[in-house]
């Protein structure tokens, strides 16, 4: 594996641990702005918020840059963004930081993804992708109680300076040890890139992502209330059960890596069915510790692990080019916010539980989105759209053959 695929991943696990550092110092900003805690929350909508709907307008801006000089400039508006939080002195400013360090993240994921995909040879593709979302998943397990460790102990904004020192050197190993390239992706024109978004395919695929999320998120995003109420835990036992849920994203997301390239749609499928037994699990059984906990490990397993095989399908859908990948990053992060809002919509309406009910529906539902890539779904398409001729000569393919294969499409 390159050693670049691990400089993306050390890049992403920098951004996703200013997404979720305000999750974790909630009260202490609250009282250093000088607002209510869910005025802090609104916080982190605005972030996923300008990730979904800004994320793709900085990439085009970046797009005719080569990667290494793109990764730079986002870094710099990044790092711009998390010292404005650092010394934000109010309400306003600080969302308008959180704003723009989460366009700044979107556009990276989209960059490095695709980067990563000019780096690495078609058969490996999958796991380098999966490497380099473990910087996703490594936020989760390191990123949020390191950075709540030290926002506790030296006060919220140091927690701020210390992800701009952590993006500063991720910054200085990037230069030294991502080569120079030409333009990250596909290489087209912007107008070609736009060009695949006509395709119908694409959208489902994309609205595939949207819901594994969606289906994940509306349970994890209530993970603490439901087990301490709900199940009976402690507060203090809580983040080692988030620990070991964060341990079993980061296996998960490196069995899926090796699957990806080979078994992409029988992958997502395993994972979707998986998720909503394991989410209907946890709605009937959250008020059993044991069962509720390895129902909750393993939403953790098949749930934001998928990345590796979603990405895979989205690059051989549409390209593999960095607005792709963006917009593919925007229709997961609406995954969050639909998971989490809707998840909040069931609470007050049917209690704690209704969430993981919300979740295994996500999940069904996303299945339903695979079904035209069935097989037999796919031979009577075939089967109805290209009717075999009674005469003439016939068009020879090599056996085995596959016109969907990343190695026949390209980068």
């Known amino acids: 594996m390159p050693r670049a695929v691990y400089i993306l991943a050390l890049g992403i696990f920098a951004m996703v641990t200013s997404e979720f550092v305000v999750a974790g110092l909630m009260p202490q900003m609250a009282e250093g702005l000088h607002v209510t805690v869910p005025q802090i929350g609104y916080l982190i909508t605005a972030f996923a918020v300008a990730m979904a709907a800004g994320g793709p307008f900085l990439t085009m801006a970046v797009a005719k840059l080569p990667p290494r000089t ?62 380099v979302m473990n910087g996703l998943m490594l936020g989760t397990l390191l990123g949020l109680p390191l950075s709540t460790l030290v926002g506790e102990r030296f006060g919220w904004r140091a927690a701020f300076w210390a992800i701009t020192a952590l993006a500063l050197v991720t910054a200085a190993v990037t230069l030294a ?7 990250a992706g596909s290489g087209g024109s912007l107008r070609e890139e ?12 994309l609205s595939t992502s949207t819901l594994i999320i969606g289906a994940t998120f509306s349970a994890f995003s209530y993970f603490n209330p439901i087990l301490t109420e709900v199940t009976g835990f402690s507060t203090g036992t809580v ?27 029988p992958v997502l499928a395993v994972g979707l069915v998986l998720n909503a037994l394991f989410l209907t699990g946890f709605a009937l059984l959250a008020d059993m510790p044991a069962p509720a906990v390895v129902c909750m490990l393993g939403i953790g397993l098949v749930g934001v692990t998928m990345n590796p095989a979603m990405v895979t399908r989205v690059q051989r859908t549409g390209n593999a080019g960095p607005l792709v990948n963006t917009v593919h990053s925007s229709f997961i992060t ?18 704690l539980r209704a969430t993981l009910w919300l979740g295994a529906g996500m999940a069904v539902l996303g299945l339903t989105t695979l079904l035209p890539e069935h ?37």
């Open 334 to 351: 609406l995954g969050v916010i639909l998971g989490s809002s809707l998840g909040a919509v069931a609470i007050e309406t049917w209690g």
């Open 70 to 131: 793109a990764l730079m400039t986002l870094f710099a508006v990044f790092l711009a963004g998390n010292v404005l939080a650092a010394t934000a002195p109010g309400y306003a400013v600080m969302t308008t930081a959180r704003i723009i360090t989460g366009v700044a993240s979107q556009a990276f994921f989209g960059v490095a993804v695709s980067l990563c995909v000019q780096l690495t040879r078609p058969e490996v593709r999958g796991r380098a992708i999966a490497v």
């Open 194 to 205: 736009l060009g695949v978004f006509r395709n119908p395919k694409l959208w489902l695929v």
């Open 375 to 411: 097989p037999g779904a796919a031979r009577n398409a075939r089967g109805a759209d290209s009717p075999r001729p009674t005469s003439g000569p016939r068009r020879l393919r090599a056996p085995g053959a596959d016109l969907n294969s990343p190695c026949l499409q390209g980068p």
């Open 177 to 183: 040890g991502i080569p120079p390239l030409e333009r």
């Open 239 to 265: 983040p080692a059960l988030l620990i070991a849920y964060g341990a079993t994203t980061v296996l998960g997301n490196t069995v899926v890596g090796r699957l990806a390239d080979r078994r992409t749609v």
